[in-house]
């Protein structure tokens, strides 16, 4: 069965600094995989997603995502921190010719110190 | 606003009182999605529509939960006899027809505590 994995529930950085959110998959067929970030009191707003057309996926708000095969991974990441980007982040993924379910990770709460 | 729309967003009740949620999707997405989320999980499935049909059922879908989608427009997810786990956030997302790489947008979700 699917699922993903989440390494870390939180993580803090400095504005400015360098965001890494690990994610990894269990699939035996790479499998779509999404991020989402989710703001308080807020749904799930897409962020980035993968679909086997480029191992390096660029989303929404500077972030970016690899696909990594070797790994079974598909890290999260932006070069530069800022304050607006402190939320959570969930990365999910859905088997291919399976469920139309997403499985999500336990999320990843990101804190950016002034 | 076009997104996906929950109604309401906060639900206070009593331990086995029923509650019934409403959602309504992206006008032209044909598939919808309900999901749970307790605090510090992600989003778990809980059922999904193709237009009126619903095709798919997570076992965290008791009997105590019933979901619908008449119309295939709006869906309403109903629990019967609430128990104090059933707080949580009930999240709706909807879907465009495709393949599996069709994003899911989601809803503000709806709160529910249970007294």
């Known amino acids: 069965a699917q699922s993903v994995t989440q390494l870390g529930s939180h993580v803090s950085v400095s504005e400015g600094a360098l965001v890494l959110l690990r994610c990894n998959y269990s699939?035996?067929?790479?499998?779509?995989l999404f991020w989402y970030v989710q703001y308080p009191n807020q749904g799930l707003q897409l962020l980035l997603k993968?679909?086997?057309?480029?191992?390096l996926v660029k989303g929404i708000n500077g972030f970016e995502a690899e696909f990594k095969k070797s790994e079974t991974s598909f890290h999260l990441t932006k070069p530069s921190a800022h304050m607006r980007d402190a939320a959570e982040y969930f990365c999910?993924?859905?088997?291919?010719?399976?469920?139309?379910?997403?499985?999500f990770g336990k999320g990843t709460k990101l804190t950016v110190n002034p | 606003d076009t997104g996906v729309s929950q109604d309401p967003r906060h639900k206070i009740t009593k331990r086995g009182q029923n509650v019934t949620f409403r959602c309504d999707p992206i006008?032209?997405?044909?598939?919808l999605y309900w999901y749970r989320q307790t605090l510090g999980q992600g989003p778990e499935f809980l059922t999904y529509?193709?237009?009126?049909?619903?095709?798919?059922k997570s076992r965290l879908l008791s009997d105590r939960f019933s979901a619908e989608r008449p119309k295939g427009s709006f869906s309403t997810l109903e629990i019967q006899r609430t128990e104090q786990g059933d707080s949580a956030m009930y999240l709706c997302?909807?879907?465009?027809?495709?393949?599996?790489?069709?994003?899911?947008?989601f809803g503000a979700g709806t709160r529910l505590s249970v007294l």
């Open positions: 529509f193709q237009n009126e049909a619903q095709l798919e």
């Open positions: 997302a909807s879907s465009p027809d495709g393949l599996g790489g069709n994003i899911q947008y």
């Open positions: 993968y679909t086997s057309a480029a191992t």
């Open positions: 006008s032209e997405h044909n598939r």
């Open positions: 699939s035996s067929v790479p499998p779509y």
């Open positions: 999910a993924g859905r088997s291919q010719g399976g469920s139309e379910k997403l499985v």
